[in-house]
T-cell receptor
Framework: DAKTTQPPSMDCAEGRAANLPCNHS???????VYWYRQIHSQGPQYIIH???NNETNEMASLIITEDRKSSTLILPHATLRDTAVYYC?????????FGKGTTLSVSS | EAQVTQNPRYLITVTGKKLTVTCSQN?????MSWYRQDPGLGLRQIYY???????DKGDVPEGYKVSRKEKRNFPLILESPSPNQTSLYFC??????????????FGQGTRLTVV
């Protein structure tokens, strides 16, 4: 399975954009990039996913580089409630393989 | 509202006493799975089911059983719980088994303590 590399932690000021990077240099052509987040010990929450093109929904934007070896999740206006662990996952099968993720801390 | 429901949310039990954690989804999803989450180890898949009567082992199946008699339910059974099964458990479901272009929905978790 393709693996991902994320920074262990990031800080962001409330109201600013949070840009969370993810490296997935061994990704294959048919593998999707998924982002989930986990707030405290709640169930992981789906954020967004994409294959090749950039994607945007009501929660976030996903920017995937042209070679697909890395991506960035953008939370355009971070709030305190966005403090969570963010997981970047390259999905090759039905199972989601979670890494350690990035702990995003949003402060006022 | 589309959701995955787990019960109970919290459970303290003694070693060897059989228990079942229930999981139900109301989205008519084919694929369901169980994960456990432990500090430093992240989320690991225990068992999964591609459809009714089809189940298979994940990465850490030892000590667990599952069944999928109906599409909506996927209970996790611990026949003889041990302290090393103390963990936070999550059930998840997604629409199509084998379809990578579909998100998974997770339950709110069951915190199990085995003493």
């Amino acid at each position: 399975d393709a693996k991902t590399t994320q920074p262990p932690s990031m800080d962001c000021a409330e109201g600013r954009a949070a840009n969370l990077p993810c490296n997935h240099s061994t990704i294959s052509g048919n593998e999707y990039v998924y982002w989930y987040r986990q707030i405290h010990s709640q169930g992981p929450q789906y954020i967004i996913h994409g294959l090749k093109n950039n994607e945007t929904n009501e929660m976030a934007s996903l920017i995937i580089t042209e070679d697909r070896k890395s991506s960035t999740l953008i939370l355009p206006h971070a709030t305190l409630r966005d403090t969570a662990v963010y997981y970047c996952i390259v999905r090759v099968a039905s199972a989601l393989i979670f890494g350690k993720g990035t702990t995003l801390s949003v402060s006022s | 509202e589309a959701q995955v429901t787990q019960n109970p949310r919290y459970l303290i039990t003694v070693t060897g006493k059989k228990l079942t954690v229930t999981c139900s989804q109301n989205m008519n999803h084919e694929y369901m799975s169980w994960y456990r989450q432990d500090p430093g180890l992240g989320l690991r898949q225990i068992y999964y089911s591609m459809n009714v009567e089809v189940t298979d082992k994940g990465d850490v199946p030892e000590g667990y059983k599952v069944s999928r008699k109906e599409k909506r339910n996927f209970p996790l059974i611990l026949e003889s719980p041990s302290p090393n099964q103390t963990s936070l458990y999550f059930c998840a479901s997604s629409k199509d088994a084998g379809n990578m272009n579909t998100e998974a929905f997770f339950g709110q978790g069951t915190r199990l303590t085995v003493v």
